[in-house]
């Protein structure tokens, strides 16, 4: 079984070494730093989200498609829900919930255009577009260390975090760069300017899921947090193992909206009541050393299920860590959606990747938010808002959960 494993491993590694090579040219190129991008703003805004970005006079619009309340593809704000009426013939995998899919309004509609000091960090998530997915499955919260360790235990399984990087992966790269590692929040001694991430995020030889923020960390005592420093392919191959697959952007954001059309977040429209918050996000001064005031009872990542679930049973739909999904990121996908003048059935995201900030990079969609996200920068725990990633590379703020298709 031992040799079993150990052939196993070897091959999958070389498979991911061709897989990365593209992908990881861009860290060595940028001083290993480079990709950080999951919660990270893009400064360039083409002329075409300079428009309203699918903003109207909500109440006037809803009152307009309520003499046809059948179609709400022309609207530019959010229109009722509505659920399937199905239910499961199968029983509940264990870990998961019944997601009933269905017709919604997918996107945000956010007015603010500097959120986090950041222009047009939200142009991405609109217009407001008519979806329907079909029914699903969904892990009620992000895969934990003890799950993933589960996984590596039965295939020997290892992540992209762990495999040190080669000379054919990167001619010309200086050998002491080649060293596997993952990218790590790095507080800043002294407030900084928000225009900057590489100055709290830094490429940390021998980080990865195990000792996610280097060397001297470690997962023992957390085994019920979120795993983190898992790259898209690492996410892939365990939903793999486990049966099931990542979900489409849509469906994790009907998930995440729990039936309910256009709240701010996964539990209403206030961030906090009476200082009490209701997901694991960043208070206080950031980027800063000890700036995280944890007023929501955690600095850092947090054990999973610490808040209430949404309607649908799902906990840490915002904040705690990014969550990958399955499609390609484009900034301009839901304008195409939208000019279809029809609703998206089971959208599977755009055929490819574009991010005006990084061309060259290919990049995932990640949605949630983390355990950094603050009001101050990339508030995107705003249900509807995105974020995106390198599919190579992981980072401690980025974990996953899976889903699974109802049996038919
Ligand atoms: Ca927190």
Redesign the pocket.
Known sequence: MVTQKKTQSKNQTADQTTKRANGFAFWVAFGLVGTVAATLAWTVRPDWMRSNNGKGDSSNELAEASNDPGNYLALNTFAPTIENKTTPTEDRPEGMVFIPGGEFSMGCESKNESLCSTPGVTYDAGPIHRVYVDPFWMDATEVTNRQFQKFVEETGYITIAEIKPTSLEFPGAAEENLVAGGIVFSPTQSAVSLDDYLKWWAYVPGANWKQPLGPQSSIEGKEDEPVVQIAFDDAIAYCKWAGKRLPTEAEWEFAARGGIAGDLYTWGNQLSSDGMYQA????GAFPVMEG?T???????I?PVKQYKPNRYGLYDMS?NVWEWTIDWYRPDYYRTLKSENKVAKNPQGPSSSFDPAEPGVSKRVHRGGS?LCSDLYCNRYLLGTRGKGDGKSGSNHVGFRCVRDVKK
């Open positions: 694991n996000i960043y208070q995280d944890a007023a929501d009872g955690f600095a850092g947090a904040g355990f």
